[in-house]
């Protein structure tokens, strides 16, 4: 394949048919623009795109668009974006549009190496082979001081917890500064370990600035992180790929991906969460949220399998990056998240842990327990029969 092929979705303005609306999409992101041009000069034309095919379907239809890859600067995944997902998302020929899928040739995926440990390694640290994982976030998310946020990481630690992580919003705020918190967490999880054997990972949320963020991994790493996370849409995908590029750095990256719902909410508008997955896959991420199918936030079971199934698939050699199923998790839900998502992945509660009637360690081995009973192809409620604290989650939160 020569062309990057982008497939999406959209529904024409009234005055304008489908075939005009693909040919909009194309000409904007390739050599044209809403008129004709007398410096369109006939060597141009080789970066004209071409409008494979336009299908109904429901109340709009489906495109795909080869753009020659020569209009592709390799390894510059921001400009790859602005021609897959720029300007079209504004033109006024469409009422709505939404970019399904890209397809890369190798040409374009080969300047990337993607993630440096991947399933595999994030499991190796854990000693983990086929299981899911079981995630905390601390909460409340912002607030808690230092010696409580490492409390809390302990307590979950000795609930068996495999990861715990910062919430979203958190980074190095003066009531909970990363110099302060991260040691004193990483010294918990040490003694945690002393007395459980098991290694448990946190990851650190470095989010900032694009030209300071590889200073700070480095500086939590010095400081004992065993994984750094980042949010990826407000810290830019070149903040990523400095990470994922840099062999300094040489513990899992964690990624979170709050805003995304901003783009990839609308069924009719916006982009999917799929080849933004394939990107962030690219540019080194070893885990990734993709979303839950029965959690709090708005989902289709459809749209975070296709997220998953490129963050697993056979990609030009590149590790599988660890999908994470997040939002709303409880242990009443376990067994619906895993019938439905598979067991390669990273299950994470916070409410769902921290909110257990017996607390956070209570919480965490609730979690763990619900996992347990499904590996051991029983249902919780079966299970929760000999263990105590799943039985008093899903008294607590019912199970579905
Ligand atoms: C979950 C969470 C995650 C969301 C992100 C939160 O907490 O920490 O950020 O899961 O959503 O802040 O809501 P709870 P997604 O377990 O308490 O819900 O993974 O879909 O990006
Ligand atoms: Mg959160």
């Known amino acids: 394949m020569k062309d990057v092929i982008a497939t999406y979705y959209f529904r024409p303005r009234a005055d304008t ?18 008129t004709d041009i007398s410096t369109r000069t006939e060597y141009v034309k080789q970066l004209d795109g071409t409008v494979e095919s ?20 390799p390894g510059n995944v921001a400009q790859y974006l602005s021609v897959c997902a720029g300007n079209l998302f504004g033109l006024g020929r469409l009422d709505a549009v939404r970019l399904l899928d890209i397809e890369y040739p190798d040409s374009l995926i080969i300047p990337f190496k993607g993630p440096k440990f991947g399933i595999s390694g994030v499991r190796k640290m854990i000693g983990s082979k086929n299981r899911p ?34 919430d979203e919003t958190l980074t190095d705020q003066a009531f909970c500064p990363i110099d302060k918190r991260l040691p004193l967490v990483m010294k918990r999880l040490e003694e945690a370990k002393d007395e459980t054997g098991r290694q448990v990972l946190y990851a650190v949320n470095i989010t900032t600035r694009a030209d300071r963020i590889v200073q700070r991994a480095l500086h939590a790493i010095e400081l004992g992180a065993n994984m750094i996370m980042i949010d990826i849409f407000t810290s830019g995908f070149g903040a990523l790929q400095a990470l994922g590029e840099d062999s300094r750095i040489k513990v ?7 805003m995304h719902a901003a783009f990839t909410r609308n069924p009719e ?24 199918v029965s959690g709090k936030m708005s ?20 590790k599988p990056t660890f999908p994470v199923s997040s939002g709303g998790l409880h242990p009443g839900n376990v067994a619906h998240e895993l019938a439905s998502l598979g067991i390669d992945i990273v299950l ?7 909110g257990h009637p017996d607390g956070t360690a209570a919480g965490a081995r609730a979690m763990r327990q619900a996992v347990d009973a499904f590996m051991e192809g029983k249902t919780a409620e079966e299970y929760a029969k000999d263990h105590y604290e799943l039985e008093r989650a899903l008294k607590h939160w019912g199970s579905n």
């Open 269 to 292: 508008h916006g982009i999917a969460m799929r080849p933004l997955a394939h990107i962030i896959r690219m540019l080194g991420a070893d885990q990734l949220h993709t979303g839950t």
């Open 252 to 258: 899992p990256i964690h990624v979170h991906r709050t």
């Open 54 to 73: 336009v299908t109904p379907q429901g109340e709009g239809y489906i495109t795909r668009i080869h753009y020659p890859a020569e209009i592709f600067e």
């Open 348 to 354: 994470q509660a916070g409410g769902g842990i921290h």
């Open 133 to 166: 994982h079981v995630g905390t976030i601390i909460k409340p998310k912002v607030g808690l001081n230092p010696v409580d946020t490492a409390s809390v990481a302990y307590e979950a630690a000795m609930g068996n917890v495999d990861l715990i992580k910062d």
């Open 299 to 318: 989902h289709t079971t459809p749209e975070v399998k296709k997220s998953i199934d490129m963050l697993t698939c056979n990609c030009h050699g590149m």
């Open 17 to 34: 048919k489908p075939d005009q609306a693909a040919r909009a999409i194309c000409d904007e992101e390739t050599t044209g623009t809403w």
